[in-house]
């Protein structure tokens, strides 16, 4: 069976530093691998998608990068984070290439700017 | 602009009622409309789809309603137990490699 993690489950960063939050995903080959944020009591906003290694989608321009070096390993960073970057990042992956397939959710990563 | 809309209020319902939850979307032409389930502090859990050429979808308790031409889904737990309270997303596809969800409702289900 497939099974996704995010790692850490909590972080709390000050204000300028660096941040790299990592999924991986298990039993399936070349998932489409996506990063959400939710803000406190808000929808999931869609950051970054990938059919691929090496292949990212930017969904908003922001303060976050992306990055995809092994085919079920996903990446979420930033050089120098803002305090408009807390809120809580969700990692989901599906089958490749099959529309209208469910999406798998990891448990997430709750991230504090301070 | 393209928007997901649902009930930012809360629901309350009482326990055995049923409750039903709105989607509806402006400027999407979604090929499919998928609807999760959220605790609080975990991730979505996938409920139902509906594909754009269905009307209706069931699933136990759950059912899914599905209409092009109003642009809405509507998605209905019968006889709602405390253990539904939850808060509920819609996404919807447009024949792409991604998900657009809406804000979500929280539903409280009230003994």
């Known amino acids: 069976s497939q099974t996704i993690h995010q790692w850490p489950a909590t972080l709390v960063q000050p204000v300028g530093s660096p941040l790299s939050l990592e999924c991986t995903v298990e039993?399936?080959?070349?998932?489409?691998l996506y990063w959400y944020r939710q803000a406190a009591g808000r929808g999931l906003q869609l950051l970054f998608y990938?059919?691929?290694?090496?292949?990212i989608s930017s969904e908003v321009p922001q303060n976050l990068s992306a990055s995809r070096p092994q085919d079920r390993q996903f990446i979420l960073s930033s050089k120098k984070l803002l305090l408009s970057d807390s809120g809580f990042y969700l990692c989901a992956w599906r089958e490749d290439r099959v529309v209208g397939e469910t999406q798998y959710f990891g448990p997430g990563t709750r991230l504090l700017v301070l | 602009s393209q928007k997901i809309e649902q009930n930012s209020e809360a629901l309350n319902i009482q326990e055995g009622k049923t409750a039903t939850l709105t989607c509806n979307y402006t400027n999407y032409s979604p090929a499919y409309l998928q609807w999760y389930r959220q605790d609080p502090g975990r991730g979505p859990v996938f409920l139902l789809l509906?594909?754009?050429?269905?009307k209706e979808k069931r699933k136990e308790r759950l059912k899914v309603t599905f209409d092009t031409t109003l642009k809405q889904s509507l998605f209905h737990i019968t006889a709602s137990q405390p253990a539904d309270s939850a808060t509920y997303l819609c996404a919807l596809e447009e024949n792409t490699d991604k998900l657009i969800f809406g804000t979500g409702t929280r539903l409280q289900v009230f003994p």
């Open positions: 990938s059919v691929g290694i090496g292949q």
């Open positions: 039993g399936t080959s070349n998932p489409n």
């Open positions: 509906i594909r754009e050429n269905e």
